[in-house]
């Protein structure tokens, strides 16, 4: 897969779960989704810098 649909894809999924978690907020949906997604959001932050530090190292 290129680069640019793999941002494509994972924009996608990091608008879902935005909306999910603003959901959860509200309390339209239970709030422990919203944690839990702002633990997946934090290692997904995590997760993309190691790759970019190792990918400009190579």
Sequence with gaps: ????????????IVLVLAVVYTLGILGIVPFR???????FMIIL???????????RAS
């Design 33 to 39: 989704w919203s944690y839990y997604i702002t633990i």
């Design 45 to 55: 932050f995590f997760a993309l810098k190691l790759y970019d530090r190792f990918s």
């Design 1 to 12: 897969m290129e680069k640019k649909d793999y941002y494509r894809a994972l924009l996608a």
